[in-house]
């Protein structure tokens, strides 16, 4: 079994040029299938929102949200490295509420990490979260919890000004103690002059190839969406959202045509029982069975009316 990756690798990592692998995860049996597939670090990300619980941005999203699902998470990958992210204005509010709710999601979520959105002016939350021993992972460029301030979802760092701020961030991110960046929809040589410039990973989103990881959403990668909408900077690898939907309305034309279910799906009854139960010579399996005996005609309520004797019939005119 491959072994947990930790912070300290992780920089060996980017010491020796190894590229770091990292996808979202949001459930116990997607968790477990991606450290089957031996990825270096999972994220439970405020994405959930969009792709899990149908919100039009992650803003909804609560930390109630958050520590459920990354408990999911952890059960299901119990030797990688799980980072969470802290949603929407559960930081913001001053180092004890950020502690706070940082600490659930370790305590109650079981993740060894988690992650939060901005740069300098997160600095300081992110130092604090760090003495207190709580690895944390940053987020700069497109940061979806602040959609509505950029105006959208667009691509970041075009612009010199832009540019610069976003190198500022990450340093200031660096020196705070994160153990590690994603960048998020940059620009690609920004991002390649970021990752050169830190000393901790990078991991792009839509970033390019000069960072140090990668990570991308479980729903994306594998089409698991209806309708799925392609993503410039995403790679699919499956189309498990048409797979799905021809397996259901498979079982659908069988439930509708009787096809489903088959003998084979049924259990049986012992004919000890089925006496018990109906009487001797009665019950839908000892009817079948006679029916299917040469000579045996299927029992009718014509049938049992006539062989029915006339005593045993009761409230019948007595005169």
């Known amino acids: 079994m491959k072994q947990p990756v930790t912070i300290t690798k992780l920089k060996k990592m980017k010491q020796s040029g190894e590229p770091i692998s990292m996808l979202t995860a949001y459930d116990y049996p997607s968790a477990k299938l991606a450290e089957e597939a031996e990825l270096d670090m999972i994220l439970v990300g405020d994405s959930l929102g969009n792709v899990v619980l149908g919100y039009d941005t992650t803003i909804p999203v609560t930390l109630d949200d958050m520590v459920y699902h990354t408990r999911a998470v952890a059960r299901g990958a119990r030797n990688t490295f799980i980072v969470a992210d802290l949603p929407f204005m559960t930081y913001h ?39 207190a021993g709580i690895p944390v992972m940053g987020h700069i460029g497109l940061t979806p919890q602040s959609v509505h301030q950029l105006g959208g979802y667009k691509v970041q760092g075009k612009l010199e000004k832009e540019a610069q701020r976003l190198i500022d961030d990450a340093k200031a991110l660096e020196a705070a103690g994160a153990f590690s960046i994603v960048l998020e929809l940059v620009t690609e040589p920004l991002a390649e002059a970021i990752s050169s410039a830190l000393t901790i990973p990078t991991i792009g989103i839509g970033a390019g190839r000069g960072c140090d990881g990668q990570v991308l959403v479980y729903h994306d990668i594998l089409q698991y969406a209806s309708p799925y909408y392609e993503k410039r900077f995403v790679k699919t690898y499956a189309d498990i959202g048409s797979t799905i939907r021809s397996a259901i ?50 029992r009718t309520k014509k049938n049992s009316e006539s062989a029915a004797s006339p005593d045993s019939v009761k409230g019948g005119s007595q005169s």
């Open 93 to 131: 509010l001053g180092k004890e509420t950020t502690l706070r709710n940082a600490a659930r999601l370790l305590q109650e979520g079981h993740a060894q990490a988690v992650k939060l959105e901005g740069g300098a002016e997160v600095a300081d939350e992110v130092a604090a979260l760090v003495r």
């Open 249 to 298: 309305g498979a079982y659908v034309a069988d439930v509708k045509s009787r096809a489903f279910p088959e003998q084979a799906h049924a259990f049986p009854m012992e004919q000890e029982v089925l006496r018990r139960l109906y009487g001797s010579g009665s019950g839908p399996e000892h009817e079948e069975a006679e029916a299917g005996q040469p000579g045996k005609q299927p």
